[in-house]
């Protein structure tokens, strides 16, 4: 060979050095070609000076040769250097007699007649078709029916250590394909590592093996180009990767990448995924690393890697480093030649007695493990000459691991006495809380007689003449706020009925701890007690079927004169902001009252409307305008109205959906019952005598829709309701589209616009006047 390609061969090996190591082989080059990309049955061969090319030249298939042998494979145009793809990497030929044929009997064959002549069939076929052998610009070279053009055999359905644009990893008809490494950097025959899809059931994922032991995997495929643990946007590569279900016996991957579209310049990046000998995957075109083995030591899971269990003389962070220097205190040799690099590697790994290995094994192809013993080694300053090892170094030392742990044993031993520390003072302030509480409560139980308002001193306002009353005496009339006597929960708290020592019944409301309130927010006069519950009580599936409807029509009679009162006829114009069912009490006769007043407004004359930078109320009973912008007027208090008005004709609670397909509230169904034409089905159907007075629940029906209407000048005023509700001469209007179609949690009842805890309404900004009770 020329001296000046010898030194041309040295420069360009010595060139790639400085790059991560690649799978290179270096061969000689074929003297000529087929010039054509195909062979036929009975044509020419494939032998060592005849190949086949591609069309546009991008790939070659022919024989070259090595020292282990004589191997058929395909190759990158421009990569001249390395394969791709072999046909006989398990077995190469010896001499240069190899041959690739296709005969009149439809056999793919490749003949050798070094070892006394042998013959491997890569395909046969049986029914004796007209067949052709093509190689194209993809790299794949396959078989095919002349008169039907099916592929019937093809290069890549058996991979070797590259991964084509277009070609099959995973369940095949039922065969694993997957891609395995060379043995060494010379040697193709089947190496350690393998690149496989594992299509199991809640795995579904890429997996690197070390002879088929998982080390890494990929996770599960967030995107055409990312896995969980494995990131293919790359520098200048576009990777468009698919998984593929075909079946039960068939579950793969194939990719498509942006840079194999070939120019009329004859210049391309060609894209393999390339897994090489030491366990490194790489993209071909780019240089790029994808994954390398080395980066799963074995004692952690970041990244996808497996933990594997080892010796306990390996701690974690110990790994293996290439150092030039020599070892002193011995060696051994494993001389088998189907052992790599890796697998001495790993050997050495679970040896305590190693401490490193040759990096050029023990055969002179490289293959087998020369093993040297730790504590020797003499590392040497890096030059030409010297040997080189891959060195055992520790993570960590003894010393370090010391200091290490006494760190640690100090940062818990302070986060526990502070701990401890900050639980004391916790007990500390309990128990001086509960002393302050039980003083509090002594002095209040020190008098069971109430007192006027002026004992307790001038506020600044005139006197209201208020009773106070002992702590000791609430807790008599109320039995001790026995559960038997709660009558309800509002923004304040619970409520109980009592029995004053003169006999005088009353509502005690009791703060909790919880509420928002204040204590000096009594707003509210009782005006009377509520014998019967409440409305919400009383539309309840056990207590509905006592209302018939003259007393439901009573009750909403009732509900529209107080409305009417409030809004017209008292001394101001009193807007309510909370009006539903659960604040409208019933007494012994069934008569309604209206209570609750803790968010009610007051008007001065010559206001109509009012605006709040905080809504308050209850969700399903709120008007848009109020809920969405804040704005409140009588007209909210008309629409909370209509809401009551549907519930109680129904004697559903709004925020119950309705089980149809989907789920919708009081309001939906009412107005897709209108709308369907056949409101009257929206009638409580546990009412008695209600077919006499369908006229006047149809009216009901549409009054309520009125008062719901999106826009508040569509809707009624007061005096307006009880208009149409009274009199049968008046034509009612045809309602429009209610206004709020569910914008509230649907599985709370009285959900509170102001409390996500609690669902009831909260008291926010009022202004009202303090009276006496």
Known sequence: MPAAQIRSRATRKRTLSIFIPTVLLLFSIPSSSLAANTLTQGGPAVNSSATLVSPNGLFTLGFRRSAAGSYLGIWYINAT????????????????????????????????????????????????????????????????????????????????????????????????????????????????FTLEWDPTAGKEELVMKHRGVTFWT???????????????????????????????????????????EYSSTNQLSFTVVRLRYDGVVEDVSTRIVILQSEDC???????????????????????????????????????????????????????????????????RNGTGCRYFRSGGFVQLPNQEGEDRYHVMIAGESQADTS??????????????AVAVLIFALCILWFQRRC????????????????????????????????????????????????????????????????????????AVKRLSKRSDQEVSTFQVKTLSLCACGSLTHNTDETKRVQLDWNKRFNIIEGIAQGLLYLHKYSRVTIIHRDLKVSNILLDENLNPKISDFGMARIFKTNTSEANTAKPVGTY????????????????????????????????????????????????????????EGSPLELMDPTMEGSNNYKDQILRCINVGLLCIEYNTYDRPEMSEVISMLTSNVVQLPMPEQPGFIMTRPRNHEGSSSTSASKFCSSNEVTITMMVAR
């Open 620 to 675: 399903g009973y709120m008007s848009p305008e109020y809920a969405i912008k804040g704005t409140f007027s009588t007209k909210s208090d008309v629409f909370s109205f209509g809401v009551m008005l549907l519930e109680i004709v129904s004697g559903k609670k709004n925020y119950n959906l309705i089980p149809l397909d989907p789920p919708i509230d009081l309001v939906e169904y009412a107005w897709k019952l209108w709308k």
């Open 81 to 192: 250097s390395s394969f791709f793809w072999i046909a006989n990497r398990d077995f190469p030929i010896r001499d240069e007699s190899g041959s690739l044929s296709l005969d009149q009997d439809g056999t793919l064959k490749l003949t050798y007649s070094g070892g006394g002549g042998a013959a491997v069939n890569l395909y046969s076929d049986s029914r004796r078709r007209r067949l052709i052998a093509t190689l194209d610009d993809t790299g794949n070279f396959a078989v095919s029916d002349v008169d039907s053009g099916d592929s019937l055999w093809q290069s890549f359905d058996s991979p070797t250590n590259a991964w084509f644009p277009g070609m099959k990893l995973g369940l095949v008809s039922g065969e694993n394909r997957k891609v395995t490494s060379w043995l060494t950097e010379s040697i193709p025959a089947a190496g350690a």
């Open 403 to 416: 200091n290490a742990s006494r760190i640690k044993w100090i940062a818990v031993s302070v986060t526990a």
């Open 297 to 363: 030591h074995g004692n952690g899971t970041e990244n996808g890697c497996r933990r594997w269990d080892g010796p306990d003389c390996r701690r974690s962070g110990d790994g293996f480093q290439i150092l030039w220097g020599t070892f002193s205190l011995g060696q051994w040799v494993d001389g088998n030649s189907n052992m790599s690099i890796s697998d001495c590697k790993e050997q050495c790994w679970r040896n305590c007695e190693c401490g490193g290995i040759s990096l050029d094994g023990v055969n």
């Open 218 to 260: 990929s996770g599960k495929q967030l995107t055409p180009n990312r896995f969980t643990n494995l990131d293919l946007r790359l520098q200048r590569v576009n990777y468009n990767v698919s998984r593929v279900v075909a079946g039960p016996n068939s579950d793969y991957l194939t990719f498509r990448a942006s840079t194999n």
């Open 435 to 506: 002393k302050l509480r039980e003083r509090l409560l002594a002095e209040l139980m020190a008098t069971n007689a109430p007192s006027d308002g002026d004992e307790m001193g001038d506020d600044g306002d005139q006197s209201h003449n208020l009773k106070i009353y002992s702590a000791a005496s609430i807790m008599i009339a109320t039995d001790s706020f026995s559960p038997q006597n709660k009558l309800g929960e509002g923004g304040f708290g619970p409520v109980y009925k009592g029995k004053l020592s003169e006999g005088r019944e009353v």
